[in-house]
Structures are given as C-alpha cells and as structure tokens.
C-alpha cells in the first residue's frame, strides 16, 4: 500500500511520510564519528542524582563520582595506578565486532559516573567514605543509593541516543530500513519499561535519603578474608537464581520487577559483597528468593559463584591486573562472554546461566555473612 507524502510515516514516529522516511534511502549514511560522538554526548551528561527538594543545596561542579569508592577500594587493587575495566565506547565496540574485551585504565577513569555534584557526593556519602564500614543499616542504603543512581543515568543515557539511533537506517534500502525499525522499536519498548522501573526506584531512594527512615532496607553481607580481585556495583532485577530457577520474567513490561544492589567493598579485614534491596508492600520477594539461593553455594565456591554473577549481570566491573592476568584462555573467553549478555538488551539469558561451569575463578576466603533485616 502506497502512503501519500503527507499521511503518517510507516516507522511510527507520529511525524508526516515526507518529513520522516520518504527520501530516507537517498540520506547520507551515518558515520562512525557520528555515532561515537553522539554515544559520547549521552553518556557524557552532567547533572546532580539527588531529589528535587536538595537541588537548591546543589554546590561545586559535577564531579566524576565513584560507583566503587575510590578511597576505600581501588587504590588496593591498583598495579601502577591502573586496574581492568570494560569500558562501552563506539570505538572499543567496533573494534572487536561488538564484544567488549576488558583494557588497562586510570583509576580516576574507571567506574565513575558524572551524577552528582561535588557537595553532595561529599556529604551523602560521607557515612560510607569516611567511616569504616560496619554493615549499619545507612551505609546498606547509600551503597544502594548509589548504584541506583548510576543505573538511573546509565538508562537515562540510553532512553537520550534513542532519537540517534532511529536515524540508524538513513541511506540504507527500505527492506533494511523495516528490519532497522523493528529493531529499534523493540528495543526501545525495554528501554522505556527500565527507564519507568528506574524512576519508580529513584523516587522510593529519594524518599528514604530525605526521611532517613531505613525500616524497609534489607541487606545480605558476605565477609571475606582477602582484598576481593574483582570489583562490582550495579542495581539489577534479579531473573533468576545460582540453582537455575527462573525468578522473574523481565519481559513481562506491565510489572515492575524487584530491584536488587549490590556493591564490593574493601573493609578493615579484607573485603565484602553488599546486597541491599527494599522490603516494602510492592515486593513480590524476589531478591529474598536470590539470597536463599545464594546462601546454599559451598563456601568454597561462593567467590566463584559472585563473579559469574558480576560478570553476567553488569557491565561495571573493575579488576585486579595481576588477577586478570593470571586467568587462562577459558576463563577469559567464559567472563567475556557473560559480559557480552549483560551488555546487551536484546539477548535473551538462561535460566541455568548462574549455576556452576566448574571453573574456579578465585577464592576471597569467607569469613562470615551478615543479614540485616
Ligand atoms: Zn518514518
Ligand atoms: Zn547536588
């Protein structure tokens, strides 16, 4: 069926065939510079996380805010200075076809986000960074806040290069331009569900920083001996668990799914994995299904266990060079690979994907868990 010039344009978008895909083939096609650049610009916004009501309080400029602190942490995992990052950019992607494969960065550089400015990345935090680290029901919330934060600029990035990558099909055939589209649509029915998910949570976050009132925070600590080699924050909705059992189905776009922290931290006596999440009248009980599960791993493999699941759920991990070094080739090629899922909307992941794949990637010595309810 033929569209006239001025009826709506077939991709959806609202806009008038002529001023949308009439000439789209004869369009120039989009250049690498272009698409780095406007990767670049939605990633590289500049603005503070907290509520509106602290906006007024805003001081100094947005600083690179650490998502693992840097204070605590990667100065005791550093070589030189440098620790190993996955680090998405136009330029690093399309050189390895698509897969991210870990490089050699600055400290300053790795894991920051641009998502608060300078006060209150101070002050908020300032019960994390500037006391030890006792498992205090705040400290669970900030670690939460924080990686929340991050999650909620990360998507907001992603919702902002969505205009950008509509145009993905200019110059290209119009059977190219359909497939294009699809995709595109498809991919942004899950960013706009993530982006609504991670509102609902920024707005929960934002009440408990203005009201102090942490009654609904849970956490999971887990204690280790040793310095941990890998390095991890993120916010995720746990889709299933470490015996391969499904949890909950993020295709399911009416439901909001339930969110579950997670950070690494250096502590006095070596390490701890931190999982946080809120325990409130919406919580369907999946990430108290997630920590069960966790629970029954052997105490031998649990540091095993947590870096398949750092690996296969967030892209922000930060290595040990010695540890990443010392890996050999299937291991690599396993972490690599679970790091390609986790950076990727549109793949679909196994239920089975968190149980054992018998390789043992490192052993941080557990010496004791923590339930704070
Ligand atoms: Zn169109
Ligand atoms: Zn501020």
């Known amino acids: ?76 995992i550093q070589r030189n200075g440098h620790i190993y990052a996955f680090i998405p950019s136009f330029e690093n992607l399309t050189k390895n076809n698509g897969v991210l494969h870990p490089e050699l960065y600055g400290i300053n550089k790795a894991s920051t986000f641009t998502g608060f400015c300078a006060q209150h990345d101070k002050v908020i935090f300032s019960p994390l960074e500037d006391k030890e680290f006792v498992g205090s029901k705040d400290q669970c919330f900030l670690l939460a806040y924080r990686a929340q934060a991050r999650e909620y600029f990360t998507k907001k990035s992603s919702a902002n290069l969505m205009d950008f990558m509509k145009q993905a099909d200019r110059g290209k055939s119009p059977l190219d331009q359909q497939d294009i589209q699809s995709m595109v649509f498809h991919h942004s029915l899950g960013v706009d569900a993530g982006m609504r998910d991670v509102t609902i949570y920024k707005n ?66 070596g390490g701890a994995v931190v999982f946080s999440w809120l325990n409130d009248d919406d919580s369907k009980g999946n990430c108290e299904k997630f920590i069960n599960s966790l629970k029954t791993v052997a105490p031998e493999n649990i540091t095993s266990s947590l870096i398949r699941f750092f690996f296969e759920f967030c892209e922000n991990v930060i290595m040990e060079p010695t540890w990443w070094e010392s890996l050999d080739k299937p291991k690599h090629e396993s972490l690599v690979n679970r790091l390609a899922n986790a950076a990727s909307l549109l793949e679909e992941r196994q239920a089975d994907c968190l149980c054992t794949d018998n390789l043992t990637l490192d052993d941080w010595e557990l010496s004791g868990i923590q339930e704070i309810k």
């Open 1 to 76: 069926m033929k569209i006239g010039r001025n009826q709506p344009c077939w991709c959806g978008s609202g806009k008038k065939l002529k001023k949308c895909h009439l000439n789209r083939k004869e369009q120039e096609e989009i250049k690498p510079w272009e698409a780095a650049q406007n990767l670049r610009r939605a990633f590289g916004a500049k603005y503070c996380s907290v509520p509106d009501n602290l906006k007024a309080e805003c001081k100094g400029n947005i600083v690179r805010a650490h998502t693992v602190s840097k204070s605590m942490n990667l100065k005791k």
């Open 204 to 269: 929960k976050l934002d009440t408990i920083l203005n009201t102090k009132n942490f009654n609904n925070i849970n956490a999971f600590i887990i204690n280790f001996q040793k310095i941990p080699s890998v390095f991890c924050s993120a916010g995720i909705f746990p889709e299933c668990d470490f015996q391969g059992n499904q949890l909950q189905d993020l295709f399911d776009l009416e439901t909001t799914p339930d969110l579950l922290t997670f950070s690494t931290i250096a502590t006095k006596n």
